[in-house]
């Protein structure tokens, strides 16, 4: 029969041979002149229509939501609900291949891969992704589970028992930590927390071993991820976890267990940011720090999590950059704080240094001048570009008193340009890296409190949202000129309206949490988002910030690695992109009318 | 119609042998006709044999692919008036590699019926059809023609000036119409886009849109650039 019909491009290539050629036995092609409804808003639909030749329209009333191409396929909305959410329209005369219903449904039915393009939510699409991507990648180990990583089998102590007692059984079960059991907890304790304890503090062999173990077990359960290992690891600077089944105990995992498992270092990297002595030490950490990013994605890690693993890195490195270079006077009276992305934590491919230091009390000038220097040039020998907007710590603008920075804020409130507005946004963000954090708490809350209740305030603010359009029309240059075209800006037009709107609203209901996800969830927690509608969000921009970060290791050379071509991207993708840029859309339009910002 | 041929049809009315066939002359449905296309060994209408025949029916602005026609024909199975006398002979001899022209006429006459047929240097393919048609039935086909060449050489090149070269290669209507070349060379897939340039070569018409020409003289360009 007619091979006309290319089923090589998802959804379709996840049919079997048999079930292409019911699938081909059943199309005929229809003809639309530009202006032709081919479904109506809320209306039902007859047919999966699969653009052959020309450009489809989808409309939301009067609004355009995206231009659909040669193999895009819709409306699986009017397939599976039986109603189409929105309207198509043919823009040029269009020929379209016409699958009917019932054989997309009886299709669905049969293959799972195949009717996963056709779930509603995001999330289960891009699930279905995650999975297609994983299927084809080789080293997905980090998403396996703790279970099929060796683990040595728990063995327990009681507290009482000698450190001569405890090294006896390490050596007779071959193991280096044992459990230990005393009243109401549980510790651990290793051969080297024996070993210090007898060389170090010269205790008696005789000594229990209760004064030895700690008792602040970090734990997961088998079924546990790998990745959640290795995040606790980087983050406690454990070298263990305890495995507990939800009753007892059941085995510890090492690092050196994980890391034969899987081919990334994160958890060795941070041990070298820690036991740098100089900077040429740190500066060769820092270094693989990058590479760590594209070990950790082609592994399969979501975006989220190698943000959480890279920030995590990056602020041990500042702190312990910190250490390094800042004189005693300043380590005393300073806190350094890293802001905007980096204090999100939503930072993957270094983009820039936006950090600064908030000090509690005026400090030696020539101190302060050293000290200024000697960080943000190391950080820009590190790799870390230099921020264009001059938010580092080498501008007396941004490493001041605590007194200095109140005051200006008052300056940032009543007199405010688009310098002002964007300083407020990246402090808002600000997290402490090292010192006393107190003293951004405090610096925040004089911030914020001068914000809150502000209506015309957070207005002015939230207005940013509204900065760029989400692009697309972009989409119809791309479809029209296949590939040649220009690239969709990810960052303007979906992830700086989410990061943003998620911003001004947590400014306004005084949410302190800094990263974009956490906000959503709070918003969401406080009654100020629909719960679906936060979730929705959440994937949306996950989805948005993978395409970037993987067209950003795609050009790993340079350019901004914000820009996306849609020709380069899978048809699930693409649909994936819509559905992004429709909630992005919503978002948009319901911070616009919260802070009625049509009165601007 | 041509004059000729109109006086072929009602010549072919009155004398159609097979009477089974008369509903070649009803009128059809409304809004429907057939895209067809054949492939032969050759283009010599005498000598040369179909090797496979496609049709694809289309109602309105759909091509309903679902619904089509098609056959493979034996390649070696020469139709000679003589052999239709004798079928039953051949009869037994159909193979699994095509069938023969007698047992796949009667299926296409039907699937065609009395709707007019519409293909690309169509004279051509409906001369090899009756070849096989007129011993058979004792006509030839009566179907109206429509060829897309000509659909498509009067939206081009109907308000043309004298002199200007005309490209009405089956290539050149797909690029000026944007239909997309179908992976696959053959009969059916060429119906299929015969089926696709007529309806959107009837939708032009119907709106007066034009094909755009490319200038016939190079346009003058200042400073060589």
């Given at each position: 029969m007619t091979q006309a019909f290319d089923a090589s491009t998802p959804p379709f290539d996840r049919l079997d041979a048999r079930q292409v050629e019911t699938l081909r036995a059943a199309l005929d092609i229809g003809y639309y002149r530009p202006g032709e409804t081919l479904i109506a808003q809320n209306a039902q639909s007859e047919s999966l229509f699969i653009v052959l030749k020309g450009t489809v329209e989808e409309r939301d009333r009067d609004e355009l939501i995206a231009l659909l191409g040669p193999g895009d396929a819709f409306d699986s909305r009017a397939i599976v609900q039986g109603e189409s959410g929105h309207a198509f329209v043919a823009r040029d005369e269009c020929l379209c291949w016409l699958a009917p219903k019932v054989v997309i449904l009886d299709l669905i039915k049969r293959s799972p891969r195949f009717a996963s393009f056709f779930y509603l939510d995001i999330s289960r699409k891009l699930d279905a992704l995650e999975r297609e991507a994983e299927d084809q990648?080789?080293?997905?180990?980090?998403?396996?589970?703790?279970?099929?990583v060796f683990t040595h089998p728990a063995q327990f102590i009681d507290a009482g028992e000698s450190i001569e007692a405890a090294g006896r059984q390490m050596q007779d079960c071959n193991s280096n930590t044992l459990f230990v059991r005393d009243t109401g907890r549980v510790g651990v304790i290793t051969g080297m927390n024996l070993a210090k304890g007898v060389i170090l503090r010269r205790l008696p062999l005789e000594t229990p071993v209760r004064e030895l173990a700690h008792f602040d077990v970090v734990r997961l359960r088998?079924?546990?991820?790998v990745f959640e290992a290795l995040l606790l690891m980087t983050k406690h600077n454990k070298r263990r976890v305890a495995l507990h089944d939800g009753e007892r105990y059941v085995g510890i995992v090492e690092d050196i267990d994980l890391l034969s498992f899987i081919a990334g270092a994160t958890q060795i990297v941070a041990g070298r940011i820690d036991r740098a002595t100089s900077l040429d030490e740190l500066g060769a950490a820092a270094a693989e720090i990058n590479a760590q990013v594209r070990v950790l994605r082609r592994q399969g890690l979501k975006v989220q999590v190698i943000a959480e693993i890279v920030s995590d890195l990056n602020r041990r490195l500042l702190a312990r950059l910190f250490e390094l270079v800042a004189p005693a006077s300043i380590r005393e009276a300073g806190c350094l704080i890293v802001m905007g992305s980096e204090g999100r934590g939503e930072q993957t491919i270094r983009t820039d240094q936006d950090n600064g230091l908030i000090l509690s009390r005026p400090v030696d000038e020539a101190d302060l001048t050293q000290f200024r220097a000697a960080f943000s040039g190391a950080l820009e020998q590190f790799g870390f570009p230099p921020c264009p907007g001059r938010v580092m710590v080498s501008n007396p603008f941004w490493s001041r008193p605590l007194a200095d920075f109140v005051e200006d804020f008052r300056r940032w409130l009543t007199l405010p340009d688009e310098d002002t507005q964007l300083n407020i946004a990246i402090f808002i963000d600000a997290e402490a890296?090292?010192?006393?954090?107190a003293l951004l708490e405090q610096a925040k809350k004089a911030l914020i409190g001068g914000m809150r209740g502000e209506q015309a305030t957070l207005a002015r603010f939230a207005k940013a949202v509204d900065a760029f359009e989400t692009p697309i029309g972009l989409f119809n240059q791309l479809i029209t000129a296949e590939g040649k075209g220009d690239a969709l800006d990810l960052k303007r037009g979906g992830i700086f309206p989410i990061v943003h709107g998620a911003r001004a609203l947590a400014l306004e209901k005084g949410v302190?949490?800094?990263?974009t996800t956490a906000r959503l969830a709070k918003l969401g927690r406080l009654g100020m988002l629909r719960p679906e509608f936060v979730s929705e969000l959440v994937d949306a921009f996950q989805f948005l910030m993978t395409l970037r970060l993987d067209s950003q290791l795609a050009q790993a050379a340079g350019g901004s690695g914000a820009l996306v071509r849609p020709a380069e991207l899978s048809t699930m993708e693409r649909d994936l992109l819509r559905d992004a840029f429709r909630v992005v859309k919503q978002f948009r339009e319901i911070v616009r009318r919260h802070f009625n910002l049509g009165m601007f | 119609m041509g004059l000729w041929r109109a006086a072929k049809r009602l010549f072919h009315q009155a004398t159609i042998?097979?009477?089974?066939?008369?509903?070649?002359?009803q009128p059809g449905p409304a809004d429907e006709v057939v895209a067809i296309d054949c492939e032969t060994t050759g283009l010599d209408v005498a000598r040369d044999d179909i090797i496979t025949i496609a049709a694809v029916k289309i109602r309105g602005d759909r091509i309903l692919a679902s619904e089509r026609f098609q056959a493979i024909l034996r390649p070696d199975a020469r139709m000679e008036a003589e052999a239709i006398k004798v079928h039953h002979v051949f009869e037994r001899e159909v193979e699994e590699k095509g069938r023969l022209i007698y047992k796949v006429l009667p299926e296409l006459l039907h699937f065609i019926g009395a709707r007019p047929l519409v293909g690309y240097y169509l004279d051509f393919d409906i001369a090899m059809l009756d070849k096989y048609v007129l011993p058979f039935i004792g006509i030839e086909l009566p179907n109206r023609r429509i060829e897309v060449s000509s659909l498509y050489d009067e939206r081009?090149?109907?308000?043309?000036?004298?002199?200007t070269t005309v490209d009405l290669s089956f290539n050149a209507i797909l690029k000026d119409l944007g239909i997309p070349r179908l992976a696959q060379h053959d009969a059916l897939n060429d119906a299929l886009m015969t089926a696709m340039m007529y309806v959107a070569l009837r939708d032009l018409k119907a709106r007066g849109v034009r094909i755009p020409r490319p200038r016939s003289r190079p346009s003058v360009q200042p400073g060589g650039a």
């Open positions: 990648r080789v080293g997905s180990l980090m998403r396996a589970r703790l279970a099929e088998p079924d546990d991820f890296v090292a010192g006393d954090a302190t949490e800094t990263g | 042998g097979d009477q089974r066939y008369r509903f070649l002359f081009k090149y109907g308000d043309a000036p004298p002199g």
